[in-house]
Each structure stands twice: as C-alpha cells, then as structure tokens.
Nanobody, 117 residues
Framework: QVRLVESGGGLVQAGGSLRLSCAAS????????MAWYRQAPGKQRELVAG???????RYADNVKSRFTISRDNAKNTVYLQMDSLKPEDTAVYYC???????????WGRGTQVTVSS
C-alpha cells in the first residue's frame, strides 16, 4: 500500500522559511514523479512544484525563485524548501506521487502552512 506522509508545516511570519518533507512508502520511489500542490480556503488545488525521476524541476510562476523542490531517493523523501514566505502562501500543502511504471497517482493528507503578516 502506497503511503505519503507530509511534515514540516506550521505557522511562520512573512519573510520566513519552512521546509516541508514528504516520506513515501510502498512504492518504487525512484521511479515516481513527485509534486507538491496546495489548496487555500475557497480555492482550487494548484501545482506548486514538481520533480521528475531524473531531477528536472518545474515551478508555479508565483513561487519561482522562492521555493525549491528536491528529492532524496535513498530516503524515499521529497522536500519543498520555502523561503521569503508571503501571507498568500497560506494553504494546505499536499504531496503527490505518480508512478512512471503503472501511472497510478497517490496523495498525502496534507500539512498546513500559515504565513502571518
């Protein structure tokens, strides 16, 4: 059974930093595309950042140069380093994995990030 567990969320002041982690189990992590999404109250879930099996990354325009996604295949973990946080970054952040072998998609339960002004 595939399981994704996010951690690292919390309350931070504007301009501060947080590092989110997503630990995966039950899947061949190195063969999975990983991504972070977020959903703010009353808004649709949106892509924040993604990283391929080869390490290529992509970012939403509103987080470029502030957020960095990375992965550690030895630890089956993907990270999201978030710097220069803004109140509009407040949301529940979700980890998503897509298997390049089966195409199956799994989501974590999310971690709350709150940025105060």
């Amino acid at each position: 059974q595939v399981r994704l567990v996010e951690s690292g969320g919390g309350l931070v002041q504007a301009g501060g930093s947080l590092r989110l982690s997503c630990a995966a189990s039950g899947t061949i992590f190195s063969r999975n595309v990983m991504a972070w999404y977020r959903q703010a109250p009353g808004k649709q879930r949106e892509l924040v950042a993604g990283i391929t099996t080869g390490g290529s990354t992509r970012y939403a325009d509103n987080v470029k140069s502030r957020f960095t996604i990375s992965r550690d295949n030895a630890k089956n973990t993907v990270y999201l380093q978030m710097d220069s946080l803004k109140p509009e970054d407040t949301a529940v952040y979700y980890c998503k994995t897509t298997s390049t072998i089966t195409g199956d998609v799994y989501w974590g339960r999310g971690t709350q990030v709150t940025v105060s002004s």
